[in-house]
């Protein structure tokens, strides 16, 4: 999973869906929470890629 930062416009909507692996960052932009992201993503980090709206999640 690729979680790109420069991309992310806080919108929060990985952080509502899988906190476990996501976090934010004082400005609003996405943190990764877990060292070892999913790899193929399970269903709750695929939905987050999916509902995130600036592609910054793959
Ligand atoms: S859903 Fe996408 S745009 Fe919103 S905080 Fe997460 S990575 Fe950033």
Avoid: K, N
Avoid at 5 to 31: E, M, W
């Amino acid at each position: 999973m690729i979680v790109d930062r420069d991309r992310c416009i806080g919108a929060a909507l990985c952080v509502l869906t899988a906190p476990r692996y996501f976090d934010q960052d004082d400005d609003g932009r996405v943190l990764a929470r877990a060292a070892d992201l999913p790899e193929p993503p399970e269903d709750v980090a695929a939905l987050a890629i999916r509902l995130c709206p600036s592609g910054a999640l793959r």
